[in-house]
């Protein structure tokens, strides 16, 4: 699933309802280039009171020096890579520039798979103040930005004490990158080593597996395993193994550590409930099995407290369960000379009003809804992928029979699609199709706003009308959604960290503001201010004391530790107190992270370009 290609649909800056934006939006000529973010900016914010503390950074005296950096690769068995952008082929600034290679970057850029496979791109470049740009023009400026300043190629667990062991020692920053996928770029960080995972791809399939804890057949992967191998492996030995939507999304890395909602996860659990042990480097550098009896806090914490944070997850083994078919059903409605807007509303209510059993069922239903932009402006609401696990097409067309009868009874006929599958990843395929773009088709800048809503919300009447009322609102305002109907109760037996709030939870749902890159910092804090202060606050004032999901949220949430933690927090800091003392592993809003912040990002929110400190109170 290629969720800024969503996104994009969803809002593409429709921020210009209200209207202080739109007389920003009319003078939207950036007053940056393309490169807005000098890596060594001097623009000094003295934003925080107390003893600042921070990273060391290139440039500054007690840097490492080459033959300290070279030591290092030594130890590393030569896996020490100095980064080099990946666009840098489009610009003659760099000894990289081919003209060819970077047409090949123009067409393809928007294809997961080549940044994935970068040792330090990142799929959210802004974060890395989109420094390095595919461009048609090889005079535009390329430089390395928030990108990390050395990567250890790791295949090791002793290689990954090694970068550690040298970060806390020189005072480095550490950076964790498995895929880059995070949507808050906190794989990302001027100034840092990185630890990159991408290569500890082994997968070994476990057919006998037995534990006090679990018995039965299970998989391990290592830490840099995508979910398209994963699920090719699930095939291969036909069983059902539990994971995100997008082929390149990572299994053991941030999807894991932050919960992991999983097509299939209505019925058997989210990713980290199917967890039964684990392997990771400790920041003191031991690397330690992880299993319910030898290491049961670090078993809890390790699933769901988030990742960049107790140290680096090298395995994860994970429950297989039977082969399952699929049903996969994709429809959309939206307002036209037969349906008025009236009628699309009452549509959206009965949608609403059948999701708790939609979500009994086992299903994921994910549509989106937006507001149509143009002459005549309009709603949309398309039901990307009806995931219905173990559901022949007739068990799914009965579970829908009494939503689509009121839509009949409203006037509107709603063509579905609908195919069986014999398999889960047959089914994955056809309801999350690879996203294959070129750059100009590639919306990367988005400010994300999310929120678990409790079942409760579409049960009771007065919840319903608020839920209802605000969604629309929402809507009105010029904002979509991506919308997950799930169940997510904790499976029989067991306890870990993933935040509570999703536990009762019937919907996760997903806002989002955009902007073109070259926006000017103005107008992308606008954007993020109405998010994070309009937008998701509304959502919080019908579910209040719910949270949010970690891995798909605003990163500025205000009270973060309740939002993604939950009652979970004491508990989570108390073991990152004492397994990370020295906040060797940091990242945004992650357990641990008060008080740190970047400095020098150019007033640019968010972005990694500055170097990092901590204000010691
Ligand atoms: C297109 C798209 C689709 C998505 N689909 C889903 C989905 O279906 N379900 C879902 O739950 N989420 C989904 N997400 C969100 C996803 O879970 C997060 O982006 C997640 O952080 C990705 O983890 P990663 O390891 O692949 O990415 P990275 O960006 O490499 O890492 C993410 C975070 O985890 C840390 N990290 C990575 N590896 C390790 C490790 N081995 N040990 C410790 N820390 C580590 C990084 O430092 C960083 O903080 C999606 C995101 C995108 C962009
Ligand atoms: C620093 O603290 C002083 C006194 O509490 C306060 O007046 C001032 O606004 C603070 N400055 C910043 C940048 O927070
Ligand atoms: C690390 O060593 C290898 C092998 O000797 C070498 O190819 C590589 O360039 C070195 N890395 C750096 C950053 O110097
Ligand atoms: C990383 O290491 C792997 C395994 O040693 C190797 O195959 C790969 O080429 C390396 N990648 C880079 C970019 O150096
Ligand atoms: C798993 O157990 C079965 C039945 O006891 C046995 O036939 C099989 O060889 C075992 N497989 C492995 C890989 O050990
Ligand atoms: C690292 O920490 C773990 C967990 O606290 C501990 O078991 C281990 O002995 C420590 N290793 C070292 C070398 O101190
Ligand atoms: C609208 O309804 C009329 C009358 O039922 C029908 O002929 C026409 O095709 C419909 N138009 C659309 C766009 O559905
Ligand atoms: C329907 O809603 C859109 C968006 O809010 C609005 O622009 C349009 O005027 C409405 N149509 C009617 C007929 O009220
Ligand atoms: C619904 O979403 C899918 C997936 O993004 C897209 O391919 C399709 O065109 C959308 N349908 C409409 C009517 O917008
Ligand atoms: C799938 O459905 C079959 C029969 O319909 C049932 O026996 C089986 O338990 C179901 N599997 C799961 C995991 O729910
Ligand atoms: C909910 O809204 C509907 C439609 O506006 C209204 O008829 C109903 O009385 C409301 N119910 C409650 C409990 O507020
Ligand atoms: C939605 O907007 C209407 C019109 O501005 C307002 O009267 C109503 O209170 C709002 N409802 C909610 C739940 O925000």
Redesign the pocket.
């Known amino acids: 699933m290629n969720l800024h290609v969503l996104i994009s649909i969803l809002i593409s800056a429709q921020l210009a309802s209200t209207a202080d934006i739109s007389s920003l939006l009319a003078s939207s000529a950036p007053i940056y280039p393309i490169s807005y973010v000098d890596t060594r900016s001097q623009i000094l914010h003295q934003r925080q009171n107390g003893t600042e503390h921070c990273r060391v950074f290139p440039g500054d005296q007690e840097w490492p020096t080459d033959a300290e950096w070279a030591k290092l690769n030594q130890t590393v068995g030569g896996a020490l890579i100095k980064p080099v952008p990946l666009a840098a082929v489009c610009h003659s600034s760099w000894p990289q520039y081919d003209a060819a290679k970077c047409q090949y970057l123009l067409e393809n850029w928007g294809n997961h798979e080549l940044r994935v496979a970068d040792p330090s791109s990142i799929l959210y470049p802004y974060y890395q103040g989109a420094s390095c740009l595919p461009s048609r023009n090889p005079s535009t400026p390329c430089t390395i930005g928030g990108s990390p300043e050395y990567v250890v190629n790791v295949t090791t667990p002793a290689q990954i004490s090694a970068a550690i062991a040298f970060a806390k020692e020189k005072n480095v920053r550490l950076i964790v990158k498995n895929t880059g996928h995070d949507i808050s770029g906190k794989s990302t960080g001027a100034g840092s080593l990185s630890i990159w995972t991408h290569n500890m791809n082994q997968v070994d399939w476990l057919p006998n597996y037995s534990t006090a804890y679990y018995t039965g057949p299970a998989v391990r992967v290592g830490a840099g395993v995508e979910l398209g191998q994963y699920y090719q492996t699930a095939e291969d030995h036909g069983v ?1 193994l539990v994971g995100g939507e997008c082929s390149t999304v990572g299994v053991a890395g941030g999807y894991l550590a932050g919960g992991g909602h999983s097509p299939s996860g209505g ?2 659990g989210m990713g980290a409930d199917n967890v039964v042990e684990l392997t990771a480097v400790l920041p003191n550098g031991t690397h330690v099995n992880i299993t319910p009896t030898t290491e049961p806090e670090f078993f809890w914490a390790f699933r769901g407290g988030g990742g960049s944070t107790f140290g680096v997850v090298t395995s994860v083994t994970v429950k297989a ?2 082969k ?1 078919p699929v049903t996969v059903s994709q429809w959309d409605f939206s307002t036209g000379p037969n349906v008025t807007n009236a009628t699309f509303w009452a549509a959206f209510r009965a949608y609403l009003e059948h999701i708790p059993a939609i979500a009994d069922s ?1 299903s994921q239903a994910f549509p989106s809804f937006q507001l149509i932009k143009g002459d005549s402006p309009g709603f949309r609401f398309n039901m990307t992928s009806f995931f219905a ?3 022949t097409i007739s ?1 799914y067309d009965a579970l829908m029979a009494p939503f689509f009868k009121r839509l009949t009874a409203l006037g509107l006929s709603v063509p579905q699609h609908s195919t069986f599958h014999e398999t889960y990843l047959t089914g994955w395929e056809r309801a999350f199709p690879k996203i294959k773009a070129p750059f100009d088709e590639h919306k990367p800048n988005t400010a994300t706003g999310s929120r678990l809503f409790p079942r409760k919300n579409f049960e009771d009447q007065t919840l319903l009308n608020n839920t209802f009322n605000t969604l629309k609102n929402i809507t009105d305002l010029g904002y979509g959604f991506f919308f997950y109907c799930q169940r997510n109760p904790a499976p029989k037996g067991v306890d870990n960290a993933i935040n509570p709030a999703y536990r009762d939870s019937a919907v996760f749902l997903m806002v989002a503001g955009t902007w073109e890159t070259g926006t000017s910092v103005a107008m992308i804090n606008t954007i993020r201010n109405a998010v994070s202060y309009q937008i998701v606050p509304m959502l919080k004032a019908i579910t209040p004391g719910s949270g949010a999901y970690m891995n798909e949220a605003d990163i500025r949430e205000p009270d973060w530790q309740q939002s993604f933690f939950g009652a979970n927090y004491p508990r989570l800091l108390a073991l990152k107190k004492k397994l990370d003392p020295d906040n060797v592993f940091y990242a945004k809003a992650a357990v641990g992270s008060e008080g740190w912040y970047i400095k020098d990002d150019g007033g640019l929110p968010e972005v990694q370009n500055g170097r990092l400190c901590q204000t010691v109170r």
């Open positions: 059902t019925l058997f369960h039977p399952i086992g696990p173990n559901m068990q």
